[in-house]
């Protein structure tokens, strides 16, 4: 009787991978859009505490100004102050875009399913969904380049402002690139958070027009 183990457990496997795959294509994929908002859990988490961060590097900035070139430990005590926070900013940024990616791969099965739809009105709702979906990652992914740069232009700020000898317009020329890089930022996140409220538009037509009730989600 023990040799008929493995195929017992092979069974039951295969038992419990056919329920998971149960349902219409519809349900499956949402299914797949629940588990791609949970992906992004650290995402939504790591909003908070990145804001506060920002407003303390600014704090630091603001008083280095303030000293101007007078206290030159002062300067060198508060830059290392800003660099350490903007290596906590990388590492929540880091987390956020692994967050993104895992959301991405896991998104990306519902193409399969959208395939299996018979309805066609149903099927174009799930395409466009599926499109404005797809912005939404690709402007992720750029907002986070965007983001990487303006943190290494601030580090070389605050490397600049340690230097006895550091003049007005080397001062200068790295602010310029802070605030280029910063517009491009704020560009981008403009219009992630402009495809994440579309995104959302095309879920809850989705779900109406296959009569699934949408799950409460931010993404």
């Known amino acids: 009787m023990k040799r008929f183990g493995p195929f017992v457990i092979l069974l039951l496997s295969l038992v419990i991978l056919t329920g998971c795959f149960n349902g219409s294509p519809e349900e499956r994929i949402h299914k797949i859009l629940e588990k791609t908002a949970e992906k992004e859990s650290d995402f939504t988490e790591n909003q908070e505490p990145l804001n506060d961060l920002e407003k303390k590097e600014k704090e630091k900035y603001e008083k280095i100004i303030k000293l101007g070139l007078d206290d030159y430990e002062r300067i060198v005590e508060l830059s290392d102050e800003a660099t350490k926070n903007i290596d906590e900013r990388e590492k929540i940024i880091e987390k956020e875009q692994s967050s993104m990616q895992s959301s991405k791969e896991q998104f990306n099965q519902i193409d399969e399913q959208i ?93 109406d027009s296959s009569g699934i009730e949408m799950a409460d989600s931010t993404k």
């Open 115 to 207: 395939g299996k739809i018979e309805d066609e009105k149903i099927k174009k709702e799930a395409t466009e969904m599926k499109k404005i979906m797809s912005e939404r990652y690709s402007t992720y992914d750029d907002l986070y380049d965007a983001y990487q740069q303006s943190l290494a232009y601030d580090r070389e700020l605050y490397e600049l402002f340690k230097k006895e000898d550091l003049k007005m317009d080397e001062l200068q020329v790295q602010i310029e690139k802070i605030n280029t890089a910063y517009t491009k930022v704020l560009k981008a996140n403009e219009e992630f958070n402009a495809l994440t409220e579309k995104s959302n538009q095309k879920k809850e037509s989705f779900y």
